[in-house]
């Protein structure tokens, strides 16, 4: 029996909506910010390697599992999650993944929302003709004198902040559908000219190795914790976001496709993205370490050294904020509906009261890079901490339950019902990967990073 629930927040026009929408969310900083730095810090090659089988073992399987209890719920993550449970029986308890979820989205917003501020003022320094040819010590100075001005950094974090409040609270599905079918091309079409400078850097088949050439021995368990951490985040998975976006799916669309494309799109926006700074990085000489300001310290210098670079330059950063933006709206997205369903708070309250809750909590960022620099947490600033908490710790666990709540707590004909994947071996196979692989997985890789560390 097909359940024809509509969600009381809307739907998507078609699948394709769906598709741009979810991509939206899934291509953003992760990609082309995170992705890079933390493969520079890991060792390159075997990273990348492990990187790429969690996406295609754990991120995949688990992305379709989020749209279909998404859509079989039609609800925000807490109210279909509690919902999905009492259809079949078991304890309202299972509403408590929505409220990790909502949580996580709070935290990894605050974090998110400042370095998105970093691209919003890269785009008037390549705009003012800053990097033109500037040397690497000099694009240095330029990140450096940034973030270590917190007044500067607490401005652009505000900005971007009250823009995603703006558009969370005229609601989702208009605007951003539109919106992602021009720019993200755009985006993927300067990733493409910068891959074609490096190409032409002197040091390609060196990035090319540093990225696809798996050396075993420098990968740590924290770092293969790492790369199933950023299979999560990268995808958008386990916190709900994936899952209040497929809540607003038409029915008839199907689930796995729809997922696959969504996932290699995402991978091939990263891989380029890292193709794209690692030439740069051995041909200038630069740690390839270099932590989280790796792309305002490489991709400057391109577009200072290549013709047309103030444009295009500027143009990057525009469409990098773009990018940030269609990925911050689906991480308040889940409280916003949960507030509106359960609280009936109109969308326009719901969207500033989470948002300032984020802005707040990324205050602790900002500071982080300046005045509290020296300030650790376990070891780590208060942004390292945000960070390896939110994606390495609960995305993992968040997307875990949900394998669990899919494999083994909704009745398997509901989940076949809901899924419509006519190949019964296709069928078998995802089921199997929810059900015991995918926990199994994550299990053991916590297992072994616990080890690691005693
Ligand atoms: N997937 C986004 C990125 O790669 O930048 C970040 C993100 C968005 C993570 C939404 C989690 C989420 F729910």
Redesign the pocket.
């Known amino acids: 029996m097909s359940v024809t629930r509509e969600s009381m927040h809307g739907q998507w026009s078609t699948r394709w909506a769906f598709i741009l929408a979810a991509t939206g969310?899934?291509?953003?900083?992760?990609?082309i910010?995170?992705?890079p730095y933390i493969t520079g810090e890991n060792g390159g090659g075997a990273f990348v390697v492990v990187y790429l089988i969690c996406i295609a073992v754990i991120g995949i399987p688990i992305m379709m599992a989020e749209v279909m209890i998404g859509r079989r719920g039609r609800r925000s993550p807490i109210n279909t999650m509690r919902a999905l449970a009492k259809e079949g029986r078991h304890h309202p308890n299972w509403q408590w993944l929505g409220w990790a979820?909502v949580v996580?989205?709070f935290l990894?917003l605050s974090y998110?929302s400042v370095i998105a501020g970093w691209a919003m003022a890269y785009v008037f320094r390549a705009g003012s003709s800053a990097f033109v040819g500037a040397t690497a010590d000099g694009i240095g100075t330029i990140f450096s004198d940034l973030i270590s001005d917190p007044e500067r950094l607490l401005a652009w974090h505000t900005i971007f902040m009250v823009i995603t409040m703006a558009v969370v609270s005229r609601g989702v599905a208009k605007g951003l559908e539109k919106a992602v079918r021009y720019l993200m091309p755009a985006l993927l079409v300067l990733l493409l000219l910068l891959l074609g400078y490096s190409m032409n850097s002197g040091a390609f088949a060196e990035g090319v190795a540093f990225m696809f050439a798996p050396n075993f021995s420098a990968l740590s368990w924290n770092g293969v914790l790492i790369a199933m951490g950023h299979a999560?985040?990268?995808?958008?998975?386990?916190?709900?976001?994936?899952m209040v976006y497929g809540s607003y799916l038409p029915s008839d669309a199907s689930i796995a496709k729809t997922s696959v494309i969504i996932a290699l799109a995402?991978t091939g926006v990263a891989l380029i993205a890292g193709l794209a700074i690692f030439p740069i990085v051995f041909a200038n000489g630069l740690p390839t370490g270099s932590g989280p300001g790796l792309i305002f310290q490489t991709l400057p210098l391109a577009f200072g050294h290549m013709p047309g670079g103030t444009f295009f330059g500027t143009l990057f950063f525009v469409l990098l904020v773009f990018?940030?933006w269609t990925?911050?709206i689906?991480?308040i997205e889940p409280a916003v509906t949960w507030l509106v369903e359960t609280l009936h708070m109109d969308r326009i309250k719901a969207s500033v009261l989470t948002g300032f809750m984020a802005w707040f909590i990324g205050i602790g960022t900002v500071f982080s890079f300046n005045i509290w620099a020296n300030n650790k947490v376990f070891g780590m600033t208060f942004f390292d901490f945000l960070d390896y908490l939110t994606?390495n710790i609960m995305?993992p666990l968040g997307g875990l339950i949900i394998a669990v709540f899919a494999g083994w707590v909704m009745v398997r004909g509901t989940v076949k019902d809901e899924l419509q994947i006519r190949n019964p071996r296709l069928f078998q196979t995802w089921y199997v990967l929810v059900r015991y692989v995918t926990p199994f997985a994550v299990v053991l890789v916590f297992i072994f990073k616990l080890r690691g560390d005693i």
Do not use: P
């Open positions: 969310s899934a291509v953003g900083l992760g990609n910010w995170k992705f979820g996580a989205g990894i998110y999560f985040f990268t995808l958008s998975l386990g916190m709900g976001a994936i995402d990018a940030a990925s911050a689906s991480l994606a995305l």
